[in-house]
């Protein structure tokens, strides 16, 4: 069995930030979640995965408790080194009797599960061995722990890059924090951890200088050099994010979605696209958003997990979130659709119109410049310009209930809560402040005056004064 511990206890602060850094955001998902994901993919089980955290209670042991309740957690208080961590976890008794322990960073991103299961079995084959190091050659090894090695180059230390030589400094192997140990002699080893160095914490790296004490055997593995990549500030999680989005994007291609200008298109990786879907330039898709086929969603519109169905069009410059789409709906140029909208198939929702908590059946056209709020609008209604559900009266919200094949003219204001039946018409201008009958007419303006001759003397007026 393997043991698969997840360092997340770090204080993460070359990031500057409230934020705990595991929870920082890569293409849509925290660091975490993907370090999660190598993490279960190694040790088979969630259970058999303990991650370490810094304190009682904070946001990491909060976020793991909901979205992944089934993983241990070790509480590192305080966080004192990578070695401190993992001792933090071995005390709570997570690694029961496995066979070996994986140490990943949470800060890793980017690390593919297969190369960890190759450090694992490379530990396995050696049986001297009592640790496995994932290395990387990088061109800039700048602030990574480098492998030293002798004339024969035999692995001889890690030394981190605070405590190193200028000439140490021109190694360009690096450690990429991700081990496969020995249980027994991990286990042996923590306690025996010192924190004499510059940063005076407790190394996981030195565990490694005391397997050679031991007579025992430090395996290195040297893999993939993009997927060392640690997040320690900023511009690494703008690296990370930058190389996954073009990932997604690229995935996207392939699964059968137009992108005529990848390089200008934003896609979170947790956005599924179907095939024969279109996405037009500058164009930002988020979260849970799922586009049917035969969608197109133009260009520079911003998407939040929505949902669109078949053959839809979105015109260019939507902003959309929370909103469900139906199949051959047309939406935009410059239209808003906010959370609880919810259009049904054949919907045209134009220029300018705001949506939110809006269910418009079957049908429905709201073309230009209205405001559609805590409203359900029944199959084939028209609704002209300028059109304004009057949903807050200064203390709470109300609901306006259209039904179906109404009119209502343009700049019409109805004010909430209020309904209007089948078929009936309501004349523009109008405001709505009493239920309109079904297949009634509506019409509530001042009566027109026209004053003969009136605007010719109004002129001649102006001109002497
Ligand atoms: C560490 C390694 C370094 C390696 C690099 C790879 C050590 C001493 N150094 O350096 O050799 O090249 O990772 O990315 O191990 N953490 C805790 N508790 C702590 C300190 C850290 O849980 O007390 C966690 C952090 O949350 C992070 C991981 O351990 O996920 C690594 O810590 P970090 O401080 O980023 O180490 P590096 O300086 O990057
Ligand atoms: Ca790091």
């Known amino acids: 069995m393997t043991s698969v511990v997840l360092l997340a206890a770090g204080r993460g602060v070359r990031m500057r930030s409230s934020r705990p850094k595991v929870l920082h955001e890569a293409a849509g998902r925290p660091l975490v979640d993907r370090a999660l994901d190598t993490a279960f993919a190694v040790a088979g089980d969630p259970a058999n995965v303990v991650v370490v955290v810094s304190k009682e209670g904070t946001a990491v042991g909060a976020y793991l408790k909901a979205n992944h309740p089934k993983v241990k957690t070790a509480v590192q208080d305080p966080p004192r080194g990578t070695g401190d961590a993992v001792r933090a976890a071995a005390k709570t008794g997570a690694f029961g009797k496995a066979k070996t322990v994986v140490v990943l960073s949470g800060d890793v991103p980017l690390l593919e599960a297969g190369a960890v299961k190759g450090l694992v079995d490379a530990l396995n084959k050696d049986k001297k061995a009592a640790v496995a190091v994932l ?89 993939d050099p993009g997927a060392a990549l640690g997040v320690n500030s900023r511009e690494d999680l703008a690296v990370v994010d930058g190389l996954l989005r073009e990932r997604a994007v690229r995935a996207a291609m392939r699964g059968g979605t137009t992108i005529r200008r990848p390089e200008t298109v934003t896609l979170d990786e947790t956005v599924v696209l179907e095939p024969d879907t279109t996405v037009e330039p500058f164009v930002t898709l988020l979260g849970k958003t799922v586009v049917g086929s035969g969608t197109t969603i133009g260009q520079g519109c911003v998407v939040k997990n929505a949902v669109f169905g078949q053959n839809v069009t979105v015109r260019p410059y939507c902003v959309i979130e929370s909103a469900v789409v139906g199949d051959g709906c047309v939406v935009g140029p410059f239209a808003r659709l906010r959370e609880g909208t919810d259009l049904a198939a054949g919907v045209h929702v134009g220029n300018f119109v705001e949506t939110k908590k809006a269910k418009l059946h079957a049908g429905v056209k709201a073309n230009h410049l209205t405001y559609l709020g805590d409203t359900e609008i029944g199959p084939r209604t028209n609704v002209g310009a300028g059109v304004i559900t ?76």
């Open 135 to 223: 290395t990387a050659t990088l061109p800039n090894p700048t602030g990574y722990g480098r492998i030293v090695r002798d004339k024969k180059k035999s692995f001889v230390r890690i030394r981190e890059e605070k405590d190193s030589s200028s000439s140490e400094r021109k190694i360009c192997e690096i450690n990429t924090g991700t081990y496969a140990f020995d249980r027994a002699f991990l286990e042996k080893s923590l306690p025996l951890l010192t924190s004499e160095n510059s940063q005076s914490e407790f190394y996981l790296t030195d565990v490694l200088s005391l397997a050679l004490k031991a007579k025992r055997k430090v395996v290195t593995v040297s893999g």
């Open 390 to 465: 009057c949903n807050y009266d200064g203390f709470a919200k109300h609901k306006t209930t259209i039904g179906a094949d109404v009119f209502v003219g343009s700049d019409v204001q109805l004010v909430a809560p209020v309904t209007v039946g089948d078929g009936a018409i309501v004349g523009a201008g109008t405001t709505v402040t009493k239920d309109v009958p079904r297949d009634g007419l509506a019409v509530a303006r001042v009566p027109q005056k026209n004053l003969e001759g009136g605007g010719a003397a109004y002129r001649a007026r102006k001109k002497k004064s």
